[in-house]
């Protein structure tokens, strides 16, 4: 594994829930998840070895998330222009625990993690129509809640 | 017959999908180049860095599959997935999970129960006990030597 560059913590500071994976071979890839607040969060697989799958995460707004869905914005651009101007990397083992938690800029990710400069999504490929409709349904559902405030406010 | 891994299997409902079959197939499957690499022809879920998701594991469905293999329908439909996951999606370490090569093999109706084939060419195959496809596959294609004749 890469040697990393960054701020080593305790322990994950984020309690985040499993949304959707929005790509899959043998298993998840890149997965969307949540916090109580309904921020929106990616893990990004990046890293293997014999002890651990490393993950980079990071929030995304829904306008991110909205473009990532539609090609309109690359992984790569994503992962370097998180919302936080932060990411985190983590170390999980076979039990699911999270070992070796490190806060980083993302440009001290290595450039082995970085997601190549035209990574872009595409759904059709990537999702079953069930699992299209609910991730529309979320990115929709937070676009009408916020026309919804404004308008009260307007 | 007896699956390969009954004991894992059993308590999952509808594993093996009801509508998988005992076929004969053409299948083209990832590895590393040493074919006696441990996690060749190992499922995902009991390779020993499992990268796994708790949450996505709840669904039957996700967690059957993770006691299959993967294979593609033919070397085109793998070399796709392959480079689309690496870059096109952006996975630039993808062969430390995937392997380095494709290899092909004949399954036959005697190694298991094989699912359908989706959209992307892919299928699984649900061993059953005895069977050792590693002597039944063969590498025709070296990815890493590909892309880096710059054929990605």
């Known amino acids: 594994m890469e040697t990393l560059k960054g701020f080593k913590l305790d322990k994950f500071p984020l309690k985040l829930e499993h949304m959707a994976d929005l790509i899959y071979f043998d298993g998840p890839l890149l997965s969307l998840f949540e916090n109580h607040f309904g921020e929106?969060?990616?893990y990004c697989w990046c890293d293997v070895d014999d002890r651990y799958n490393r993950w980079f995460v990071f929030r995304v707004s829904y306008e991110q998330l909205r473009l990532y869905l539609m090609q309109q914005i690359s992984l790569h651009d994503l992962t370097l222009n998180p919302v936080d101007g932060l990411v985190y990397c983590l170390?999980?083992?076979?039990?699911?625990?999270?070992?070796?938690?490190?806060?980083?800029?993302?440009t001290n990710l290595p450039e082995a993690y970085i997601p190549s400069t035209d990574s872009y999504y595409d759904l059709?490929?990537?999702l079953e129509e069930e699992e299209k409709k609910a991730i529309f349904s979320r990115v929709l559902t937070a676009a009408n809640t916020a026309i919804y405030s404004l308008k009260k406010i307007m | 017959m007896r699956f390969k891994y009954k004991?894992?299997?059993?308590?999952i409902p509808n594993c093996p999908p009801s509508d998988s079959q005992c076929k004969e197939i053409t299948a083209?499957?990832?590895?590393?180049?040493?074919?006696?690499?441990r996690n060749n022809f190992i499922p995902v879920l009991l390779?020993?860095?499992?990268?796994?998701?708790?949450?996505?594991?709840?669904?039957d469905a996700d967690k059957c599959a993770g006691y299959a293999l993967s294979?593609?329908?033919t070397l085109e439909n793998a070399k796709k997935r392959y480079?689309?996951?690496k870059y096109k999606r952006g996975l630039k370490n993808i062969d430390k999970i995937l392997g380095t090569h494709i290899a092909q093999g004949l399954i036959i109706e005697n190694d298991g129960v094989v699912s359908k084939v989706d959209k992307q060419g892919h299928f699984n195959l649900h061993e059953f006990e005895q069977v050792d496809l590693k002597s039944q596959f063969s590498l025709i294609y070296a990815i890493v030597e590909d892309e880096n004749n710059g054929n990605a």
């Not at chain 1, 170390?91 to 993302?106: C, F, K, M, S």
């Not at chain 2, 004991?7 to 308590?11: K, T």
């Not at chain 2, 390779?47 to 669904?59: D, F, S």
Request: aromatic share 18%.
């Open chain 1, 40 to 42: 929106n969060y990616f």
């Open chain 1, 91 to 106: 170390d999980i083992d076979n039990d699911v625990q999270y070992q070796n938690v490190y806060l980083l800029r993302p």
């Open chain 1, 124 to 126: 059709e490929s990537e």
């Open chain 2, 7 to 11: 004991e894992l299997i059993s308590h």
């Open chain 2, 28 to 37: 083209f499957r990832f590895v590393f180049e040493d074919l006696n690499h």
């Open chain 2, 47 to 59: 390779i020993n860095t499992q990268r796994i998701n708790t949450a996505r594991l709840k669904k």
């Open chain 2, 71 to 73: 294979f593609f329908s």
């Open chain 2, 83 to 85: 480079f689309e996951l």
